[in-house]
């Protein structure tokens, strides 16, 4: 089925960048293309998770709600999931995930999905309040954030690798959010320790990509001066 071997991704990563953090795509909308997926709000208004066709927004006090139909996002990707699973499977942290994956599996040129449910010793995460206008860059909107850490608890990560050569427009590498089953912390995922249980791998073949075209901001934004590797690598990397 072709739905199950396409990315879909509204925005991009070079937008949010200088601070182009309108939301262009409402949750109904963003549904169709997807029940599965990550993102962030209108005026990076927090981070959303949508896990099981379920999207829920962690605000910037760590909070989390349910994202209504008219809930608008700026960047976002979504997919249907078809994940292949390994169950009851040990990843001492983060980086342990990448070198595992990259081990049995050649995917450093292609774009994927992971999904892990199970018990983690540890997370921390981190979420931003919403921006006002005029915004800030990405840089310093991420120097606001706040961080949240929990021990000894279940819940899932969803994430997407994108190979380096994409990323003037999405996160090169991992990027991944979390939300306990019990809803009581989520966010951008910076890192976890001791996770016990289910991994779920999903490679895609084609990437949709959509602009927000009717945008008055992105049209007239000149991109030209914006070092938009060097600031998602800041703004995503920093632990």
Do not use: C
């Not at 040990?90 to 994927?112: A, E, R, T, V």
């Not at 049209?219 to 914006?226: A, C, R, T």
């Amino acid at each position: 089925m072709t739905s199950k071997i396409t990315l879909f991704q509204h925005g991009t990563g070079a937008m949010i960048v200088p601070g182009l953090f309108d939301g262009t795509i409402d949750i109904q909308e963003l549904l169709t293309h997807g029940d599965t997926g990550i993102g962030s709000g209108d005026g990076l208004d927090g981070e959303s998770i949508i896990n099981n066709g379920t999207p829920l927004l962690i605000r910037g006090d760590g909070s989390v709600t349910i994202a209504d139909d008219h809930f608008t996002v700026p960047f976002v990707n979504a997919h249907f999931a078809a994940y292949s699973t390994i169950n009851n499977i040990q990843i001492n942290d983060f980086q342990s995930l990448g070198n595992y994956i990259f081990k049995h599996h050649q995917y450093q040129n292609i774009l994927f999905s992971v999904k892990l449910h199970g018990q983690f010793e540890w997370v921390k995460t981190r979420s931003v309040f919403k921006q006002s206008k005029p915004y800030p860059s990405l840089v310093a909107t991420a120097k606001s954030e706040k961080r949240f850490e929990s021990q000894h608890l279940s819940g899932t990560v969803i994430a997407y690798y994108y190979p380096d050569a994409f990323s003037k427009f999405a996160v090169g590498g991992f990027h991944a959010h979390f939300i306990s089953d019990d809803q009581s912390i989520g966010g951008h995922l910076m890192n976890f320790s001791g996770f016990n249980g289910d991994l779920g791998i999903q490679k895609f073949k084609k990437l949709d990509l959509e602009l927000p075209i009717d945008n008055a901001d992105y049209l007239n934004h000149d991109f030209k001066n914006d070092d938009i590797e060097a600031a998602i690598n800041q703004a995503e990397r920093e632990s």
